[in-house]
């Protein structure tokens, strides 16, 4: 009688399978890791600019609308509306601005965090490189990959928080450029 039992999986050393990464893999996987982790924090920080410069140009419009003599004569909801798209849209350039501030820490001994890079004379960083045992390299490697990813974890934070704020605050904005506009209509 034939068997029913499904084949014994194939191990292929070199293809995917259920041993742990050589020490080769492990340093590809997180040397690429790493590039799409700082390519990731890239990313919220244009989202930071385009909020910041939207947030201003909001801004903008708001007191280019509004004459002085129009204020003077204005409703208090007008007044309300102004009030609340210059707080929101502050607060969202708060926000923005705390996305894109540049958070890297320290990492002293460090061969792949740029501030400790620097830190070493030339000949010392080539030296360590040549000497550092590779499991050591991984580890800082690691270390890197995960400080970066709690950075872009919490930039995206922020910048999700800022559009948010910046949405809510488009609200009041074009109710106030509706009623400033009617204003000035004689």
């Given at each position: ?11 292929d050393?070199h293809g995917?399978g259920?041993h742990?990464?050589?020490?080769d893999?492990?340093l590809?996987?997180q ?6 982790l ?10 930071s ?5 939207s947030?201003?140009?909001m801004l ?8 002085g ?5 204005a ?11 210059a ?9 923005a ?9 320290t990492r ?5 965090f740029?501030g400790?890079i620097?830190a ?13 045992p590779?499991?050591?390299?991984a580890?800082?490697?690691a270390?890197?990959?995960h ?7 919490m930039?995206?934070?922020w910048v999700r928080?800022?559009?948010a704020?910046?949405?809510a ?7 106030c ?10």
């Amino acid at each position: 009688m034939p068997s029913t039992a499904p084949p014994a999986p194939s191990h292929d050393p070199h293809g995917v399978g259920p041993h742990p990464l050589s020490a080769d893999q492990l340093l590809r996987s997180q040397e690429t890791t790493l590039a799409r982790l700082v390519t990731t924090g890239a990313i919220a920080d244009s989202r930071s600019g385009l909020v910041i410069s939207s947030n201003i140009g909001m801004l903008g419009a708001l007191v280019a609308s509004i004459s002085g003599t129009a204020l003077r004569t204005a409703s208090a909801w007008v007044w309300v509306l102004l009030a609340l798209t210059a707080v929101a849209c502050v607060a969202s350039i708060a926000m923005a601005a705390l996305a894109a501030f540049p958070r890297p820490g320290t990492r002293p001994g460090s061969l792949v965090f740029f501030g400790s890079i620097a830190a070493l004379p030339r000949d010392a960083y080539f030296e360590r490189l040549r000497s550092v045992p590779q499991v050591d390299f991984a580890r800082d490697l690691a270390d890197q990959c995960h400080r970066v990813a709690v950075l872009a974890a919490m930039k995206f934070r922020w910048v999700r928080r800022a559009m948010a704020t910046m949405m809510a605050a488009a609200l009041p904005w074009l109710a106030c450029l509706e009623l400033v506009g009617r204003m000035r209509l004689p």
